[in-house]
C-alpha cells in the first residue's frame, strides 16, 4: 500500500467500485483506504461488513476514507442488496453455487428428498467448505426456510447479509444435517 501513500495496515482497501451503487456515489475510487464507519475504526473487511451490516436501508453511513495520502469522510445511503447480486453474494460470502435439483440427481446421487437445491461448485477456503459442503449436496433448508428451488434461497440472501451466521440444512444422500455458516 505504500504506493497509494497509506502507511498503516488496518481498514479496507476499496479494489473495486460498481458502477450506480452507493459507494461510486459518495465518490469513493479504488484505491482508496476506508478506516472508520461512523465513528468507529475498521481493522479489516471482516470488521467492516459486520458494522455495514448494521446499517439498514435508507440510512445514512458516514465513511472515513485516505485517499493520496488524505483522509476525508464521505457518505452514502445504505441500500437493501440489488437482486442482480445475489447469485454473487452467495458465491463471495458462503462459497457455493447452485442449481435446480432433478430427478437425475435423486437418483444418480442416492438423495432421499425431492425438494431443495444441489450445489455444483464449493469455493477453496470458502466458509461452505469450513463447514464440509460439498458438490451434490442439496441445501434443503436455510435459516426456517424450506428451499424448493434456487430462488427460494437466492430470496434470503439479503437477509443472510445482515447476519453474522446462517443457518443449513444439507443433505447428502439419506443423511441430513444441520451446519452453522460464518458469514465473514
Known amino acids: 500500500a505504500r504506493h497509494l501513500r497509506i502507511d498503516r495496515s488496518d481498514g479496507v482497501l476499496v479494489s473495486e467500485i460498481r458502477s450506480g451503487s452507493p459507494s461510486e456515489t459518495a465518490g469513493i475510487q479504488p484505491g482508496d483506504l476506508i478506516i472508520q464507519v461512523g465513528n468507529r475504526e475498521v481493522l479489516n473487511t471482516a470488521d467492516y461488513r459486520a458494522m455495514m451490516r448494521e446499517y439498514t436501508p435508507g440510512d445514512t453511513v458516514a465513511l472515513t476514507v485516505i485517499r493520496d495520502g488524505r483522509e476525508s469522510v464521505r457518505t452514502m445511503q445504505a441500500v437493501a442488496v440489488p437482486v442482480d447480486r445475489v447469485k454473487e453474494l452467495t458465491w463471495d460470502l458462503m462459497g457455493f453455487q447452485i442449481r435446480e435439483l432433478t430427478r437425475n440427481d435423486m437418483r444418480q446421487n442416492r438423495i432421499v428428498v425431492s425438494e431443495g437445491v444441489l450445489v455444483t461448485h464449493v469455493r477453496p477456503g470458502s466458509p461452505a467448505e469450513d463447514v464440509g459442503i460439498k458438490p451434490s449436496d442439496v441445501i ?32 447428502r444422500g439419506s443423511n441430513a444435517y444441520r451446519v452453522i455458516l460464518t458469514i465473514p
Open 140 to 171: 434443503a433448508r436455510v435459516n426456517r426456510v424450506n428451499v424448493t428451488k434456487p430462488d427460494t434461497l437466492y430470496d434470503q440472501i439479503p437477509y443472510v447479509v445482515q447476519q453474522d451466521a446462517v443457518v443449513l440444512v444439507v443433505v
